[in-house]
T-cell receptor, first 117, second 114 residues
Framework: AQKVTQAQTEISVVEKEDVTLDCVYE???????LFWYKQPPSGELVFLIR??????QNEISGRYSWNFQKSTSSFNFTITASQVVDSAVYFC??????????????FGAGTRLAVHP | DTGVSQDPRHKITKRGQNVTFRCDPI?????LYWYRQTLGQGPEFLTY????????KSRLLSDRFSAERPKGSFSTLEIQRTEQGDSAMYLC????????????FGDGTRLSIL
């Protein structure tokens, strides 16, 4: 069965602190994709990153970085020098190809990040 | 704005009434998905369209739910005889039809059943 676990329900930090959001996934498939989405209070899920199972290189985009480790089935997300605008719920998701070549996303329960001034 | 558009943003209705939501995907996207999100949880997959064909339905989609995508453009999700448990955010997403392309989500329709 496929599953995504985000053990941290809520995290509260002060602006400029670094924060890491954990994501652990389960799948028996050898080919899969992992995603992170941000959901601000407005409700729209904003796509942040996609990583396929064959690419274990870490990725950095500005203040955001992602650490993918297949050995521990983890895909953690770090925000460096957090800002108030980073306050949102962050979701990790697993995509598994199904018959017909399409996919559906399996989401974790999300981590609510509050960044205080 | 060329993102995914959903209408209405909010819907309040009495138990037992029928409701219909609309989703307009990004124009060049041929894949369209519906998800449901309850408070404190991540979105859960409901159904998927490849152009106008509905190819996958979750067990969450009871017979009171029906979705259509006529002509492969916009999609509608109808809930008949609404129940308290239907209260949730209904999210629509679209993507390009290649591999595991990122799904782009709309703002969602929040349904409240009185």
């Amino acid at each position: 069965a496929q599953k995504v676990t985000q053990a941290q329900t809520e995290i509260s930090v002060v602006e400029k602190e670094d924060v890491t959001l954990d994501c652990v996934y389960e799948t028996r498939d050898t080919t899969y994709y992992l995603f992170w989405y941000k959901q601000p209070p407005s409700g729209e899920l904003v796509f942040l990153i996609r990583r396929n199972s064959f690419d274990e290189q870490n990725e950095i985009s500005g203040r955001y970085s992602w650490n993918f480790q297949k050995s521990t089935s983890s895909f953690n997300f770090t925000i460096t020098a957090s800002q108030v605008v980073d306050s949102a719920v962050y979701f990790c998701a697993l995509s598994v190809p199904l018959s017909g070549g399409y996919n559906k996303l399996i989401f974790g329960a999300g981590t609510r990040l509050a960044v205080h001034p | 704005d060329t993102g995914v558009s959903q209408d209405p943003r909010h819907k309040i209705t009495k138990r037992g009434q029928n409701v219909t939501f609309r989703c307009d995907p990004i124009s060049e996207h041929n894949r369209l998905y519906w998800y449901r999100q309850t408070l404190g949880q991540g979105p859960e997959f409901l159904t998927y369209f490849q152009n106008e064909a509905q190819l996958e339905k979750s067990r969450l989609l009871s017979d009171r739910f029906s979705a259509e995508r006529p002509k492969g453009s916009f999609s509608t999700l109808e809930i008949q005889r609404t129940e308290q448990g239907d209260s949730a955010m209904y999210l629509c997403a679209s993507s390009l039809g290649r591999g595991s392309q990122p799904q782009h989500f709309g703002d969602g329709t929040r349904l409240s059943i009185l």
